[in-house]
């Protein structure tokens, strides 16, 4: 609801709050403030549903549509980090455009009528490239990172008042109008403290102190830190957070990041939450008296350019939130949140008026009674038991409990929502190749192993990656000399020395005499790497080319700013007459980055300063090589991608923009099960995509292309095939409703409790494709007991004969259609006294 509406509502208390007009407008500032049971805002308690967006992760054409969407979720919130590295790229000076265009985003987020929770961190972690630090703040001398430190600090405050001044110049700010109801200082300090003692405590006492001191006139909000000073809140972040307590009676009891799924990892399978049990531990938290609650993420988006943090965080940053990585709604997680988040609004009056009385049902089952003086009643029934159904009495009723699920009561009596029935419909979603005039035709561009005259300074010994690059690129050159007498013995038996490269990571391809002699890599869990290979040496001098490659810096981790990437050593080679020759402390001559980034390749003057080999001469599996092709836009609505399955490792370009780094010919390691929502989630459980690319396709946002002749640019590290490269459209394939015929609806409650109708409604199942499609054909339809999930619905023992008809008849030609759950609709009752649902997929073109 728009400040400027919830004022008007509360005419009561507007005299209690102080109301200012802005110079340049009306904007109506409310008071926000806290107690035990809520955010207070202009005197009202609310219980507020948040999501995370993190605006550098989409584009500003992008955020109008994602607010929205969030809004139309039922969100009231709007959560975002602040990204320190994209606004201060180095000391001073600042960047704010583009899609990190912060002022744009809050506006926006105000435009759609909706709050702000601003998370200034600005330590940030978010699987961010260094966890949100410049590079550049890790070479201020006597700097040590979040901690009792001078130079740090200093920092921090000049940052932190930076983006609170900004907020404040625009009026940005709830106490001044704007949008903005909370802020965020630090990010889940609390376990760092404990690790630190001392100066760990002093530092986030000032850190609380300085932001506090800012005056911005909201709350302050520190998340996964149990000591946070007053007035600032502690909140919790997690899968769970029912069991979470603030740490004072007269703080609300807050969720700042609910775990919609967790971010994938290059090597590491895709991760997916089942709706039903995201649904479930919030309801257990508002239940428990939780009174603002955040998705983390509502929208994940894509880590653009080298963004990702890690080490190997994948590009995508999908999060299997409720809103994919390309912004489309995913269902049926969207939906059947949307649908909680009603229930719940309906259930605020009664639930921001005390604590609830709990009473035991049974073993595992519970009763939380809201109620308000006024008369107000909410109830949450609870079975905590995954494995089976329990019927409990509550009042006067009896009522029926999925496992591992909770129902909404709004008026103690009627059941609304149950988390683990999901009205909402599911859809599949498809990427179709975009067919390309003529196709992409590509030319290449040898980049080669570099050579001593271009290589910037030579040392005794090996160098730290990080401290030598400052990030500048991902890659680093490390280049030495093998002599070689012609009488080793080798030459003769032809049996090669080994050579052992010993790295602290992230990736390494190893270049004997200008050929590729081995690639290694690590992973998130293990960056380090090591590796042993025969090489071919020649008597007399041989050339050993290192090239290092960093795949995002850490965000997380104590002191995560000291650890280490490259070659580190040892160097050794064995198999020589005198056994083992030792490589590390021998001259070794250092490049920083590629010559195609020295000559900008990716950009459209760059790309055209070097000789590029055409069409059949374009090498295939040739590693070092840089590819470019231009395509025209397409037509349609749907988002675009790259599908780079074709390829190994890399860097992609469109129009001189970095899509991110792609890595598809990294396969996810792990186990991929079956995927049970009832029982406790954990990051292992679900997991999607095993012996598959952890990430074969890359968003290619619609607001960078133009109609004709865009550049892509792709940086092959490993060889891979560019002809197997294609421009891909997302889209809804097919859409599947599984419902219950007596499945509790909103809709159902809110019509007889307004007396418009006397017995209850049946639900409806609605179908939906997506913008510009239509439902082509119904692939199943079964009301009785059909079994299986969307994709392989069967029919069970009991089907009415003509389910397909009312689809085939108000859907088939239509973008989207809602059809009755009732016999009626489907030619009769097919097997009376049965508990009957329907289970239908459509197929959308
Ligand atoms: C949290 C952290 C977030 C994010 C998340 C995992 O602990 O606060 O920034 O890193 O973990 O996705």
Not at 79 to 97: A, R
Not at 308 to 315: C, E, Q, V, Y
Request: proline residues 6%.
């Amino acid at each position: 609801m728009g400040l400027k509406k919830l004022a008007m509502r509360n005419n009561g208390v507007l005299l209690l709050v102080v109301v200012l007009f802005s110079l340049w407008g009306c904007s109506v500032s409310a008071s926000v403030s806290y107690d035990s049971k809520a955010i207070v805002i202009n005197g009202q308690r609310r219980i507020l549903i948040s999501g995370s967006i993190h605006y550098p992760r989409s584009t500003p054409e992008m955020w109008p549509d994602l607010i929205q969407k969030a809004k139309d979720g039922g969100l009231d919130v709007i959560q975002t980090y602040v990204f320190w590295n994209g606004h201060e790229p180095s000391p001073g000076k600042y960047y704010f455009e583009g899609n990190y265009d912060l002022v744009k985003f809050v506006k926006l987020v105000q435009q759609a009528g909706l709050y702000m929770h601003l998370r200034i961190g600005p330590y940030v972690c978010a699987e961010w490239n260094f966890g949100g630090f410049p590079v550049w703040l890790k070479y201020i001398p006597g700097i040590r990172f979040r901690t009792d430190n001078g130079p740090f600090k200093a920092q921090m405050e000049k940052f932190t008042r930076k983006i609170v001044n900004m907020m404040k110049a625009e009026r940005l700010f709830a106490s001044e109008g704007g949008p903005i109801i909370l802020s965020q200082i630090e990010n889940e300090y609390g376990p760092m403290e404990y690790e630190l003692g001392a100066p760990g405590k002093a530092y986030s006492n000032w850190a609380a102190h300085m932001a506090v001191g800012l005056g911005t006139g909201v709350p302050w909000v520190m998340c996964k830190q149990d000591d946070a000073p007053d007035p600032i809140i502690n909140a919790c972040n997690g899968f769970y957070c029912d069991y979470f307590s603030p740490n004072k009676a007269y703080k609300p009891k807050m969720w700042t990041e609910a775990w919609t799924a967790w971010y994938t990892e290059f090597g590491g399978p895709v991760p997916k939450r089942p709706a039903e049990d995201l649904a479930f531990a919030v309801a257990r938290f508002i239940q428990k008296g939780g009174a603002f609650i955040n998705y983390y993420m509502y929208h994940g988006g894509t880590n653009f350019g080298r963004t990702a943090g890690g080490p190997f965080i994948a590009t995508s940053y999908d999060y299997d939130a409720p809103l994919d990585e390309y912004g489309l709604l995913r269902q049926p997680k969207w939906g059947h949140l949307k649908d909680l988040h009603r229930a719940i609004k309906l259930c605020e009056p009664a639930l921001v008026s005390g604590d609830p009385t709990v009473t035991q049902l049974g073993n595992y089952e519970q009763a939380h009674v809201f109620k308000s003086k006024s008369g107000a009643c909410a109830a949450f029934l609870a079975n905590y038991n995954p494995n089976s159904f329990a019927k409990v009495s509550f009042g006067n009723m009896h009522y029926n409990l999925p496992p591992w699920s909770i129902s909404i009561l709004p008026d103690c009596e009627n059941t609304v929502y149950n988390t683990a029935r999901v009205g909402a419909q599911s859809s599949t979603m498809k990427m179709t190749r975009v067919p390309i005039h003529g196709g992409l035709s590509w030319q290449a561009y040898n980049e080669q192993t570099a050579s001593y005259e271009e290589t910037s300074f030579t040392v005794s010994g090996l160098l730290e990656q990080i401290n030598t690059t400052r990030d500048a690129s991902d890659y680093l050159w490390y280049m030495t000399d093998v002599k070689i007498d012609p009488s080793e013995e080798f030459l003769r038996s032809g049996k090669y020395p080994v050579l052992t490269v010993s790295s602290a990571g992230h990736a390494l391809h190893v270049f004997v005499n200008g050929q590729l002699a081995g690639t290694s890599y690590g992973s998130l869990e293990f960056p380090k790497l090591t590796l042993s290979k025969g090489v071919n040496l020649r008597a007399g001098i041989n050339t050993i080319a290192l090239l290092s490659i960093a795949v995002g810096l850490p965000n997380v981790g104590p002191h995560f700013e000291t650890w280490n990437a490259g070659v580190l050593g040892p160097v050794t080679l064995n198999g020589l007459n005198e056994g083992r020759r030792d490589l590390s402390w021998q001259k070794w001559s250092y490049k920083v980055g590629l010559r195609g980034e020295a000559l900008s390749l990716h950009s459209l003057t760059g790309s055209s300063s070097v000789d590029w080999i055409q069409g059949s001469l374009v090498a295939r599996k040739q590693p070092l090589t840089w590819f470019k092709t231009s395509f025209d836009a397409p037509a349609g609505y749907a988002p675009l991608a790259l599908d780079m399955g074709s390829m190994g490792k890399g860097q992609i370009w469109i129009n001189g923009q970095s899509l991110g780094r792609y890595w598809p010919a990294y396969k996810a390691q792990g186990s991929c099960g079956g995927c049970d929502y009832a029982g406790t989630y954990n990051e292992k459980k679900c997991l999607s995509n095993c012996g598959d690319a952890s990430q074969r396709w890359y968003h290619v946002p619609k607001s960078w292309l133009k109609p004709t002749g865009n550049l892509l640019v792709v940086f092959e590290e490993w060889g891979g095939d560019p002809n197997g490269v294609f421009l891909v459209r997302r889209d809804v394939d097919t859409v599947c409703a599984d419902i219950y015929e007596w499945q509790p609806t909103l809709m159902n409650w809110q019509m007889q409790s307004s007396g418009k109708v006397d017995k209850p409604l049946r639900p409806k199942a609605h179908l939906s494709c997506g913008a510009g499609q239509k439902i082509s054909k119904i692939k199943f339809a079964s009301f009785g007991t059909p079994e299986g999930a969307c994709g392989s619905f069967r029919e069970g023992s009991c089907h009415a004969h003509h389910s397909y008809d009312a689809f085939e008849r108000l859907c088939v030609g239509q973008n989207s259609c809602s059809v009755t759950v009732a016999a009626e609709m489907f030619g009769g009752d097919p097997c009376p006294s049965v508990m009957k649902k329907l289970s239908v997929e459509a197929i959308c073109t």
